[in-house]
Structures are given as C-alpha cells and as structure tokens.
C-alpha cells in the first residue's frame, strides 16, 4: 500500500484529502508544517508528498527545495496543493521540481486521478537504469549524465526532459505532452517553459544536443 504524507495546515482540508485518499486504498500520514515533514521523513520514506504551499514557519516552496537538495528525498514525487492560480507561481513551484500542481477548490476525483497517474509514472521511470544515444549516456539511478563521457550537469527538470526524450526516441513529442510527464501537469500557453528548457540543455549538452530536433508547430525528438 502506498504511503502519502498531506503536508496541509487546512484542517478541513487535510480531512477532505485524507478521506479521499483512504477511501482510494492509499495510507496518509497527516502534517501541519515543514518540521513536521521532516521528523516524519527521519523514520519513512513516502511514496509521495501533497504539499501546500502556504504553510506557517516555512511554505512549500522551501519544503520543496529543501526536498530536492536532499539526496534521501530528492526523487520523492511532490504535487504542490495551493490557492494560489496565477501563471508564475505555477511554474515557480514545477520549475523547483514539483511533479504536478492542483490548485484549490479541486474536486477529489481529480486528486486521486493525479495522484494515481504520478505514482503510475514514477513506477514506469524506476524501470529504466542507463539510457544511452550517440555521445549521451544518463544511469537514472545516479541520476548523471555523461557526453563523450565527461560529466554533463543538468536541472531536475532538464534531466527528466532530457530521459523522456531518450525513451521515447524515434516518436515526435508534443509541447502538450512534454509539459504533462515533465511538468506533471496539462496547462495551455506554456510551451515557452518547454521551448526554454530544450534551448538549455542543447547548450548544455553541445555538439551533441544536435540529437534533440525540432518539429515545426508540433514538438521535439530524438531520432533513432
């Protein structure tokens, strides 16, 4: 059974995520703060974290960084839960390494349908270990990309670009699609965000970011 710890000061809140996920086959683990988090963390790892973002002491923000920095929890998927809408708090938050980002008021099938598809995905990822193309080479469990094997240092977001990309290579990737595993999330008007991230890391990886094509009003890929 997986384990989700709700980060969530909201007590009604916390009881409305915790019901559903339940009431879904999940066990949660309820935290009103970031130092709560991190006793709990001191003992079990999650199998995902519901973090708000306004939260007393530290918000989720740091939480997040905090989690990203940590070598222990630096893969534990996160989805930020917040009343925050606007466009830049959003990409903030995912471009922190958020996986996927609910805004409330949210329905509670929307929550475990999300909670659902990161978790699917994240079992998929685990997977795969070293994927390899011309002069690339990323082992996913060191999380480490090599290019003529000298050592190429990439974002969270970047990286995880980059993975899709090698495994899916051959099939054409849509900004759309790019931004729903990358970022975790469907969101129109972002393809800038995808676009911005493609041109850092072809800068990153040199002569041998020329594997990553464009298709015209379509996407990227990587050619077999």
């Given at each position: 059974?997986?384990?989700?710890?709700?980060?969530?000061?909201?007590?009604?809140?916390?009881?409305?995520?915790?019901?559903?996920?339940k009431?879904?086959?999940?066990?949660?683990?309820?935290?009103?703060?970031?130092?709560?988090?991190?006793?709990?963390?001191?003992?079990?790892?999650?199998?995902?974290?519901?973090?708000?973002?306004?939260l007393?002491?530290?918000?989720?923000?740091e939480?997040?960084?905090?989690?990203?920095?940590?070598?222990?929890?630096?893969?534990?998927?996160?989805i930020?839960?917040?009343?925050?809408t606007?466009?830049?708090d959003?990409?903030?938050?995912?471009?922190?390494?958020?996986?996927?980002?609910?805004?409330?008021?949210?329905?509670?099938?929307?929550?475990?349908?999300?909670?659902?598809a990161?978790?699917?995905?994240?079992?998929?990822?685990?997977?795969?270990?070293?994927?390899?193309?011309?002069?690339?080479?990323?082992?996913?469990?060191?999380?480490?990309?090599?290019?003529?094997?000298?050592?190429?240092?990439?974002t969270?977001?970047?990286?995880?670009?980059?993975k899709?990309?090698?495994?899916?290579?051959?099939?054409v990737?849509?900004?759309?699609?790019?931004?729903?595993?990358?970022?975790?999330?469907?969101?129109?008007?972002?393809?800038?965000?995808?676009d911005?991230?493609?041109?850092?890391?072809?800068?990153?990886?040199?002569?041998?970011?020329?594997?990553?094509?464009?298709?015209?009003?379509?996407?990227y890929?990587?050619?077999?």
């Amino acid at each position: 059974m997986s384990l989700i710890y709700i980060v969530e000061d909201d007590v009604n809140i916390r009881e409305i995520e915790r019901y559903a996920l339940k009431n879904s086959g999940f066990e949660t683990q309820e935290l009103e703060c970031g130092r709560d988090l991190y006793k709990a963390l001191e003992k079990k790892t999650p199998s995902l974290i519901l973090l708000d973002i306004m939260l007393p002491g530290e918000d989720g923000l740091e939480i997040l960084t905090t989690l990203r920095n940590n070598k222990a929890t630096r893969r534990v998927p996160v989805i930020m839960v917040t009343a925050k809408t606007t466009e830049l708090d959003k990409v903030k938050g995912l471009d922190l390494g958020a996986d996927d980002y609910i805004t409330k008021p949210f329905g509670v099938m929307e929550l475990i349908s999300r909670v659902k598809a990161l978790l699917r995905r994240t079992e998929e990822q685990a997977e795969s270990t070293v994927l390899a193309h011309d002069a690339i080479v990323m082992d996913t469990d060191k999380r480490s990309v090599t290019v003529e094997g000298e050592p190429c240092e990439l974002t969270y977001k970047e990286f995880e670009l980059l993975k899709m990309l090698l495994l899916n290579r051959g099939i054409v990737l849509t900004r759309d699609k790019i931004m729903d595993q990358v970022w975790g999330f469907e969101y129109g008007g972002e393809s800038r965000t995808v676009d911005m991230h493609i041109k850092t890391l072809r800068q990153k990886l040199g002569e041998a970011g020329g594997v990553i094509k464009t298709v015209r009003n379509v996407g990227y890929l990587i050619d077999n």
